[in-house]
């Protein structure tokens, strides 16, 4: 048995270990982790409200564990910040930034031709007169197998993918193959790429003695000039009304919509005005000296006609100046100002609110609102596109124009004359063919089979001899039917002229008037344009 000291004595030994074995723990434990440690927040940084992000960003970079990749970095969190100020503040790359700005600036540099895809081939629709293509030989019809070397038929290759490997800078080439009726090898055409003008009415032409049409698809560089030839020319027609279609037209450069709405308001008339926390408010109004003050004016919109559209319309309505037609605009009251960077990159921030000249802002509401970006899908849930008493308003937003007419302020431009969505010819015959894009494949068909023809046709009157030459509606049930889309009883009364006005319109887009062919034969079915009509 041990002695009462031996007994004492390891115990002694033992709290040594003890004590040592924590020691060393703590200095293992110190080494592998370190304690926390404290970064002073200095008056610099306390006296400015980015200072804090600033010291994060500058602890990552003197802390972290491995080397960071500071550009990567930025280009990925800009995005973020500018996402939370709101839904239109953007940050662009430098590639994204010139993309974005190209179709706004009225021109593009490429090969000069327009496309569809009805069936994973792009087919060449139009060939732009004077343009690369045309002097190369390109022939609307031609279908598009390959862009160089990169085959982009039969691929389920995007529209957007293709549009990119065809455009390219000013003076490069691009050898473009295509699928010719009549050849059987693919036919190489070198094609220097030019800088294509991109316009922005589409088309302009009168639908009787007194009442022109003019559709603008855009805010572009060149609008207000494009606009003022198609009015000459339709003033020279005899034109006393205008249908002016903004209808998914989503905006663009905002002084061009001050020079439209200047052209048809009198002196002194307020066209809209600006304001923002750094931006004092900016009034705009009217000089007198529009060249369609005489002109009786209907403006048609949507649910995608948006910012630059809505203060046209607005200056139009808020003014008593014109009679507003369609569906609830976007809502999109927010203005932004392009900032460049000098490596290229740049901003498009949000500086300031547009207001119509009541005083209303038709931005809608986006603060705390998560489905900001499916409001167009609510709109068609909750019935609005089909009847006006589902459009939402807030009284106390409400605002009188001069001449006693209601207008509300706070999501888009609500229409004087509402015009809900087509449903009459609606059947699922109709559905079954649009599903397979039937109308628009069978049209190619038929200018595949009369292409020489198709070239020949200059003007309305020779297309409607043409058309008439053709069954197209048995050669169209046949067509359809090879498809599996046959109608039920009552089907081809309800959807048949429809689905053959779009035939007919298609295929005077491959006739040289493209456009101008396609237009006048759509409008037919076009519901919110006949109503427009029916008010002269």
């Given at each position: 048995?041990s002695?009462k000291?031996?007994?004492?004595a ?6 040594v270990?003890v004590i ?16 926390p ?13 980015w200072?804090?992000l600033?010291l994060v ?9 491995d ?6 970095i ?7 910040i ?14 994204d930034?010139?993309t974005?700005?190209?179709d706004?600036q ?25 343009g690369?293509?045309?002097?190369a030989?390109?022939?609307s ?6 862009v160089?070397d990169?085959d ?6 995007p ?8 455009r390219g800078?000013?003076g490069?080439?691009v050898?473009?193959?295509v699928k010719?009726?009549g050849e059987?090898?693919?036919v190489p ?11 922005s009415?589409?088309?302009a ?13 855009k805010f572009s560089?060149?609008s207000?000039?494009e606009?003022?030839?198609a009015?000459?020319k339709?003033?020279?027609?005899g ?5 002016f279609?903004?209808?998914d037209?989503s905006?663009?450069?905002?002084d ?20 923002g926390?750094h931006s004092e ?5 009217a ?7 005489d002109?009786?004016?209907?403006v ?7 910012s630059?559209?809505e203060?046209?319309t607005g ?13 609830r605009s ?9 900032i ?18 009541t ?6 509401p986006?603060?705390?609102?998560d489905?900001?970006?499916?409001d167009?899908l609510?709109?068609f ?5 089909m009847s ?5 308003v ?11 007419k209601t207008?509300?302020?706070g999501?888009g ?12 010819g609606?059947?699922?015959?109709l559905?079954?063919?649009n599903?397979?894009s ?9 200018c595949d089979?009369?292409?020489a023809?198709i070239?020949?046709i200059?003007d309305m009157?020779a297309?409607e001899?043409?058309?008439g ?6 050669l ?5 039917a ?12 309800r959807?048949g002229e429809y689905i053959?006005t ?10 040289p008037m493209d ?8 409008l037919k ?6 109503r ?5």
């Amino acid at each position: 048995m041990s002695s009462k000291k031996e007994i004492a004595a390891n115990i002694i030994i033992a709290a040594v270990i003890v004590i040592m074995g924590f020691a060393l723990v703590r200095s293992i434990s110190n080494r592998i982790a370190p304690q926390p440690k404290t970064v002073k927040i200095d008056r610099a940084a306390r006296n400015s409200d980015w200072g804090k992000l600033m010291l994060v960003l500058n602890t990552i970079q003197e802390n972290y564990v491995d080397s960071i990749d500071q550009a990567q970095i930025t280009e990925e969190i800009l995005p973020i910040i500018l996402s939370k100020l709101d839904p239109h503040s953007v940050y662009f790359t430098p590639e994204d930034f010139e993309t974005a700005d190209e179709d706004l600036q009225g021109g593009f540099d490429g090969i000069g031709i327009q496309f569809n895809v009805p069936n994973d081939t792009a087919i060449v629709t139009n060939v732009i007169a004077g343009g690369p293509s045309e002097k190369a030989g390109i022939l609307s019809g031609d279908r598009i197998m390959k862009v160089d070397d990169r085959d982009i038929a039969g691929v389920n290759m995007p529209q957007d993918t293709m549009v990119r490997l065809m455009r390219g800078k000013k003076g490069t080439k691009v050898v473009i193959s295509v699928k010719r009726e009549g050849e059987n090898d693919l036919v190489p055409f070198d094609i220097i790429r030019d800088k294509i003008p991109q316009k922005s009415v589409d088309v302009a032409f009168l639908l009787n003695d007194t009442t022109g049409y003019l559709k603008l698809s855009k805010f572009s560089r060149t609008s207000y000039l494009e606009y003022l030839q198609a009015m000459l020319k339709l003033k020279g027609q005899g034109m006393k009304r205008l249908i002016f279609d903004l209808r998914d037209n989503s905006g663009g450069y905002l002084d061009q919509a001050i020079m439209l709405s200047n052209d048809f308001l009198e002196k002194g008339k307020l066209i809209t005005y600006m304001e923002g926390l750094h931006s004092e408010r900016n009034d705009i109004f009217a000089d007198g000296n529009g060249f369609s003050q005489d002109i009786e004016l209907a403006v048609l919109i949507n649910e995608y006609s948006a910012s630059s559209s809505e203060i046209f319309t607005g200056a139009m309505q808020d003014n008593d100046r014109a009679t507003v037609y369609g569906v609830r605009s976007f809502g999109k009251g927010l203005v932004q100002e392009p900032i460049t960077f000098s490596d290229g990159s740049g901003v498009r921030l949000t500086i300031a609110r547009y207001h119509t000249p009541t005083g209303r802002c038709i931005q809608k509401p986006y603060t705390g609102n998560d489905d900001y970006a499916y409001d167009i899908l609510e709109r068609f849930q909750s019935g609005e596109m089909m009847s006006a008493d589902s459009i939402k308003v807030n009284d106390s937003l409400k605002y009188v124009t001069p001449g006693g007419k209601t207008v509300y302020g706070g999501g888009g431009i609500i229409p004087d004359v509402f015009v809900p969505l087509d449903t009459l010819g609606v059947t699922d015959f109709l559905v079954k063919c649009n599903r397979q894009s039937l109308q628009i494949k069978f049209a190619n068909k038929m200018c595949d089979q009369y292409r020489a023809r198709i070239r020949e046709i200059k003007d309305m009157d020779a297309l409607e001899r043409f058309l008439g030459t053709l069954d197209l509606k048995g050669l169209f049930l046949k067509y359809a039917a090879e498809n599996d889309a046959v109608p039920k009883p009552g089907e081809w009364e309800r959807s048949g002229e429809y689905i053959l006005t779009q035939v007919r319109a298609v295929i005077g887009r491959y006739t040289p008037m493209d456009d101008d062919a396609f237009y006048p034969i759509y409008l037919k079915i076009d519901k919110t344009v006949q109503r427009a009509l029916e008010d002269e």
